[in-house]
């Protein structure tokens, strides 16, 4: 009996020194959400992350993609987040509104004068000390992700300002893109990227504004027969991760995960203009929508109608920010 007793003590024992080793030697999974397709800057940008990291950490880290809104919508990942359901995402800059006021600069009508400014402006120290703008809420900014400059479609063609007065569009969750659309004198709706195709479809809105990669990635050009290039607009995102998740990782894999993502985050920068280039054409070559440029004259228009709404939200936003983006359209 004593004998048995010993022999069942010691394999207990045994037991309890194994779990911890097994779980010692369990990779570290993180689960990287979005709201795109494979095919997109930021889908590319995520798959390159994962390629990266599981190659120069085998066996430590897995990544696990989740694009299409297959794990969590935009507006409900940063909670998600919060909670621990999810490590990495890359919403769109226009989705943080609830979490730091700041970011909405990058939504300003004709902010940007194209891409290079962008880069400029977020490689810039004022553009950094954006990462760090949600760290009391517990979100902590690893990176920026380009997409691009957003074109607005619609079921009629909006050549000039007054051609959208009183339409409804889809905008992303930002209080600034409500406001540019009330400056046409039409409405706007804050929905969800995932159900965009649907309320296009069924008419529910008359139009949205993305870039030429959401439209052709999502088939929103199959249901809008117009295209307006009108670059009014920026399309790019923050990757994040809740502050407990990063800084509780162990350093070195900490560091290493971080120069993966500098680098796939480059790599989504770096092929985002041809990607959307590629998708325009593919739009145009389909014959389902048109894409109407404007002549300077009507730009200038869709320009001063716009970019009033600079000013309603120059406090909010912060003057010295606005005027720092405005600058990086100059080269230094
Ligand atoms: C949108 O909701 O239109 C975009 O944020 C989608 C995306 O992530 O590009």
Do not use: C
Not at 134 to 158: D, F, V
Not at 174 to 199: I, N
Not at 227 to 241: C, F, K, P, Q, R
């Amino acid at each position: 009996m004593r004998i048995a007793n010993l022999v069942l003590s010691t394999l207990f024992a045994a037991l309890l020194l194994a779990v911890p080793a097994a779980r010692a030697a369990d990779p570290i999974v993180i689960k990287y959400s979005h709201v795109v397709a494979d095919n997109t800057p930021k889908g590319q940008a995520a798959l390159k992350f994962k390629e990266l990291a599981e190659a120069r950490l085998p066996g430590k880290v897995k990544v696990e993609v989740f694009p299409n809104s297959q794990l969590f919508d935009d507006d409900k990942v940063l909670e998600a987040m919060l909670l621990g359901d999810v490590h990495l995402a890359a919403p769109a800059l226009s989705k943080f509104e609830k979490y730091t006021p700041q970011l909405q600069l990058f939504d300003l009508p004709f902010l940007f004068a194209d891409m290079d400014a962008v880069d400029r402006f977020q490689q810039s120290a004022a553009g950094q000390k954006l990462l760090k703008s949600m760290e009391k809420k517990g979100l902590t900014g690893l990176g920026y992700i380009h997409n691009g400059m957003k074109q607005i479609s619609a079921h009629n063609p909006l050549r000039v300002p007054a051609d959208a007065s009183g339409k409804k569009f889809r905008v992303m969750q930002s209080d600034v893109l409500l406001a540019q659309f009330a400056a046409l004198d039409a409405t706007a709706v804050k929905k969800p990227f995932s159900e965009v195709f649907t309320l296009l479809q069924t008419k529910a809105i008359d139009g949205q504004e993305n870039t030429y990669s959401n439209m052709y990635s999502q088939k929103f050009f199959e249901v809008q027969p117009y295209i307006t290039e009108s670059n009014h607009g920026l399309l790019d995102y923050m990757v994040v991760a809740s502050t407990e998740f990063w800084t509780g990782l162990p350093a070195d894999v900490r560091t290493t995960l971080e120069a993966a993502l500098n680098e796939a985050n480059a790599y989504g920068n770096k092929i985002a203009a041809e990607l959307n280039e590629g998708d325009k054409q593919k739009i145009i070559a389909s014959g389902r929508s048109q894409v109407l440029t404007l002549t300077p004259e009507e730009r200038a228009q869709w320009v001063e109608v716009m970019k009033p709404v600079w000013k309603k939200f120059e406090n909010e936003i912060g003057k010295d920010l606005i005027e720092a983006a405005a600058a990086s359209n100059t080269r230094s």
